[in-house]
């Protein structure tokens, strides 16, 4: 297995309970897996081992293949995201305007990485690209919220909106 958060897997046994029944309904669809991962992902946030394991041992194919079609498919996550999703673009426009200092701004404020997750699982950041806000450039997301046109200077101010 690749990445890991360092925070660690906390599934319930609801979620458990949701997956295998979706599970069970999907063992019989050919080419099942995408829409098991999906709905895997849907119901954990994100795709651990743990996870991954269920997915294999309900479908019958191995944890290699699961693994591998979740480390390919960008729309899957082997680590969890914060209750807050923050999201700085780095496509061309957001990039030359800036959203590089945004970034490492963003990652001084919560002490973590893009990629990474706070201790707490309030926090989570990913370095995107383009999101189709250029003439905004540049761009941080935070869940659904959009905020546009911003420096380092706001990202405190930005954030405590959360607290």
Excluded: H
């Excluded at 795709?47 to 498919?73: D, H, M, N, R, T």
Aim: hydrophobic share 40%; net charge neutral; glycine share 12%.
């Amino acid at each position: 297995m690749a990445k890991t958060s360092g925070v660690p897997f906390q599934g319930t046994k609801e979620q458990e309970v949701a997956l295998r029944e979706k599970l069970a309904e999907l063992k019989k669809v050919q080419g099942g897996l995408m829409p098991a991962l999906q709905e895997a992902q849907a119901i954990y946030g994100y795709l651990p081992k743990e996870v991954q394991i269920i997915v294999a041992e309900e479908l019958g194919v191995s944890l290699e293949e699961v693994y591998g079609v979740v480390s390919f498919y960008a729309q899957f996550s082997i680590v969890p995201k914060g209750k807050y999703k923050i999201g700085v673009c780095l496509g061309t426009a957001c990039y030359v305007k800036g959203s590089g200092d945004l970034l490492a701004e963003v990652e001084k404020q919560l002490g973590i990485k893009a990629g990474g997750i706070t201790p707490d699982g309030k926090w989570s950041i990913e370095a995107t690209r383009c999101i189709g806000c250029c003439g905004l450039a540049p761009v941080m997301t935070i869940n659904e919220d959009v905020y546009g046109r911003i420096g380092p200077k706001e990202v405190a101010g930005i954030l405590a909106k959360y607290n």
